[in-house]
């Protein structure tokens, strides 16, 4: 396994990011599948839900890149609550500057007031997408969960690749063992239905 800390240049900021490379990484098509994790809202990547997640795939021989949006963690800039156009701008140059295939996103979108037109600027034909919401979350209502499921899966050109799940007894920031026992879980349980889908 290799892990690469690094910083990727965006419209206004420095992305900081974190790779973890398994040595024997998946493929497709003589490319390495590469998963991108976002982080919700008051978090970034040295939580230790990301860390989790980056071993996790890691022990399924998946690469990861998780990254700190513009104004959080170790990026540089400033952020505010809804700024999802920016986020989405992250995202953007961050796969780009990988060349990915797929991503995974954990951020959540601010109430039903969101332009979902963020959205369509993501490469969502080659994009599974991934929300994992805790039940006892105390930050992120359950009605903003949904009603971003909701508008993912109207943007997205195949509704079926977005998946919603709710951790039973999980919180916002995913302290616990048992909360990351569950996520595990929860990402297992998603990737024996997304990995056959790309011939992995």
């Known amino acids: 396994m290799s892990q690469t800390e690094f910083f990727v240049p965006s419209r206004t900021s420095q992305l900081f990011a974190r790779a973890i490379v398994p040595n024997a990484p998946r493929t497709t098509n003589g490319r390495i599948v590469m998963f991108v994790l976002s982080h919700g809202l008051l978090d970034n990547i040295d939580a230790p839900m990301f860390r989790h997640i980056q071993q996790t795939l890691c022990t399924l021989s998946i690469a990861s890149v998780a990254f700190d949006f513009h104004g959080n963690g170790r990026s ?9 156009h920016d986020e989405a701008d992250d995202i953007a140059n961050l796969v780009q500057y990988l060349h990915s295939y797929w991503i995974s996103m954990s951020d ?3 109430r039903a007031g969101t332009d979902m ?3 369509q600027m993501l490469p969502l034909h080659r994009t599974f997408v991934l929300n994992i919401m805790g039940s006892k979350d105390q ?5 903003d969960v949904w009603e971003y499921d909701r508008l993912m899966r109207m943007a997205a050109p195949h509704a079926d690749r977005v998946v919603t799940r709710i951790v039973p007894g999980a919180k916002h920031f995913w302290n616990n063992q048992r909360e990351l026992e ?14 056959p889908k790309i011939g992995l």
Do not use: H
């Open 108 to 110: 959540m979108a601010e």
């Open 139 to 143: 930050i992120v209502p359950d009605d």
């Open 182 to 195: 569950a996520l595990d879980r929860s990402l297992v349980r998603w990737l024996t239905t997304v990995l």
């Open 117 to 119: 037109g963020v959205v």
């Open 76 to 84: 540089t800039g400033t952020t505010s609550y809804g700024n999802y």
